[in-house]
């Protein structure tokens, strides 16, 4: 097991990042941890670098301290890179480059570690229960409770995805007893929509198209329409699962324009398509049931290579 406090126990300056476009998982992990050790660690000085995450996420303790910008820095002490390896860190990667010592957190399948120390489990349902795993439960308090219990829930669909095993469950239990208001964190940060995301979810649903014999799905949001809509990729989140939620879908693959000729494009499926293998041949990663990756040519191009692939793991099952 990691010892967090032992590895730290040294360092003067620690910092904390975590994947580009962060997620509830990467934002909950990386404040959780962030109180963690400042709570622990008062001598030290604690940074969280992150692209500036939505702002359902603003009630977890220390969301304001976290740093959107990415000024040249002494090199840190420890670096930690939660929820992703060092590839996926964008302009934080010059700290990991540069730090003494990298520590790498993850439960991504297709990180093979890139710390100098690396905890990866891939069976644990995401980020933010690993860094539970791994603080010492009578240091804990509801404001880390709170910001692990919220990264746990997106990660696992509130409890509902087959990442969720029972330790998780019981996790759960023991994060509510800190007496936060569980209810309303899972209604704000993961159900709730704007008027213009419910507005744009309405139309990726509408434009949608099925292939393969009805059991892939994909929608496509393109920049005119995204600006047209005034809305950023984050307005865009849980699209793709409102898609395979659609019955008789095994693969749903959401898709927005990032570039010209470029799409993000985003992968679930319910059981039998390994989407983490289809995305990784496309330079991508995730989990067998959600995974993303970037593309490059037209949406037809996209799709056309996509469908082959996704083609291939429906045969294998
Ligand atoms: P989403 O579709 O919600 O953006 O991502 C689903 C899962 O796939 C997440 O675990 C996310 O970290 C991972 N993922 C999404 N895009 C990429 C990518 O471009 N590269 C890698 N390695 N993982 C990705
Ligand atoms: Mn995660």
């Not at 490059?296 to 799709?303: A, E, L, R, S, V």
């Amino acid at each position: 097991m990691l010892d967090l406090l032992k590895e730290c126990e040294e360092a003067g300056r620690i910092g904390i990042s975590g994947h580009i476009r962060p997620d509830g998982d990467c934002v909950g992990a990386c404040l959780g941890l962030w109180q963690y050790l400042k709570k622990c660690l008062p001598q030290a000085q604690v940074q969280v670098f992150l692209e500036k995450p939505a702002d359902i996420f603003e009630e977890i303790k220390g969301f304001g301290e976290i740093c959107s910008e990415f000024p040249e820095e002494e090199p840190f002490d420890v670096f930690f890179v939660l929820d992703c390896g060092a590839d996926r860190l964008g302009e934080a990667e010059k700290y990991f480059r540069t730090a003494n010592k990298t520590i790498n957190i993850d439960h991504h399948i297709s990180n093979p570690g890139s710390g100098s120390i690396n905890y990866i489990r891939p069976q644990v349902g995401s980020s933010s229960e690993l860094i539970y795993d791994l603080m010492e439960e009578d240091k804990l308090d509801r404001d880390i409770a709170m910001a692990i219990y919220i990264g746990i829930i997106h990660d696992t669909g509130v409890f509902q995805y087959s990442n969720t095993s029972p330790a998780t469950m019981e996790k759960g239990a023991k994060l509510i007893r800190y007496g936060f208001d569980f209810p309303r964190l899972i209604q704000e940060t993961f159900y709730q929509k704007t008027y213009l995301q419910a507005q744009i979810l309405g139309r990726a649903l509408m434009e949608s198209i099925r292939f393969l014999n009805g059991c892939c799905i994909v929608s496509v949001i393109d920049r005119k329409v995204m600006d047209f809509y005034n809305v950023e990729p984050k307005d865009l989140d849980g699209i793709v699962n409102q898609l395979r939620n659609i019955k008789g879908v095994e693969c749903a693959i959401f898709m927005y324009q990032s570039g010209v000729l470029e799409y993000k494009v985003s992968l679930r499926s319910s059981e039998k398509v390994n989407v983490a293998e289809v995305a990784a041949y496309f330079g991508g990663g995730g989990h067998a049931r959600a995974a993303g990756c970037t593309m490059k040519g037209t949406f037809h191009d996209c799709i056309n290579n996509l469908s082959l692939h996704i083609e291939r793991e429906l045969l294998k099952s």
